[in-house]
């Protein structure tokens, strides 16, 4: 089974330029996460997408958006982007959408977003 | 590969030798605890669970062991080998959500 399958792996922008980064879930899994990581910060939740629709949503500006598809794949998008973007940025799926098990969460190998 | 963290705690230990790795959480009414591995350029990848009615749970050369009188998560590796080298992550979850709160990491280096 393919796990999580994040695109771009890498990624060079300029401030004031957006991105869009793409998450495929593994087959099944209707939740996606999206979380960022960097060395000051650790990693921090963004927001969960299931069934197409958010239902969290972490302490990050308005400038971080995000969408899920018809096939659970998602994206999220960083308009005018700042230094302090700089990132990893990390997608997990789970096939558990709440209850006992929820939590269990499969990660990818992340996009990691320089902003110069 | 990237560095997850530039100034994590580490952790060094003898290869063979048991490794504990503790956290604090945050939050007291959280329900759902899990262990995450990160190895270089990776994302984090799961160990192991467990859940607020309990105390203690084995995996395979694993235990997790939660305190919830005084918040307190550990992680115990027997007989530790190389390949464990890694950053480890502790994260909470509240409510039967899929938003985790992650610990700041703590860093295995294992010595042969």
């Known amino acids: 089974k393919a796990g999580v399958t994040q695109t771009p792996r890498y990624l060079i922008k300029t401030r004031g330029q957006q991105v869009t980064l793409s998450c495929s879930p593994i087959s099944g899994h209707r939740s996606v996460s999206w979380y960022q990581q960097t060395p000051g910060q650790g990693l921090q939740f963004l927001f969960e997408?299931?069934?197409?629709?958010?239902?969290n949503k972490g302490n990050f500006p308005g400038r971080f958006s995000g969408r899920q598809f018809s096939n659970s794949r998602s994206e999220m998008n960083v308009s005018t982007l700042e230094l302090g973007d700089s990132a990893l940025y990390l997608c997990?799926?789970?096939?558990?959408?709440?209850?006992?098990?929820?939590?269990?969460?499969?990660f990818g190998e992340g996009s990691r977003l320089t902003v110069l | 590969g990237e560095s997850v963290g530039l100034h994590l705690p580490t952790l060094s230990v003898q290869e063979g030798d048991n490794s504990i790795i503790n956290c604090a959480y945050s939050?007291?009414?959280?329900?759902?605890f899990i262990w995450y591995k990160q190895e270089s350029g990776k994302g984090p990848q799961f160990i192991i669970d467990?859940?607020?009615?309990?105390d203690k749970r084995q995996g395979q050369r694993v235990t997790v062991l939660l305190n919830k009188t005084v918040k307190h998560l550990s992680l115990q590796i027997a007989a530790t080998q190389p390949g464990d080298s890694a950053v480890y992550f502790c994260a909470e979850s509240t409510g039967g959500y899929n938003k985790l709160i992650f610990g700041a990491g703590t860093r295995l280096a294992v010595h042969p």
């Open positions: 467990i859940r607020s009615n309990m």
């Open positions: 997990a799926s789970s096939s558990k959408i709440s209850g006992r098990a929820a939590g269990e969460l499969f």
């Open positions: 939050n007291s009414a959280s329900d759902y």
């Open positions: 997408y299931f069934s197409e629709t958010q239902r």
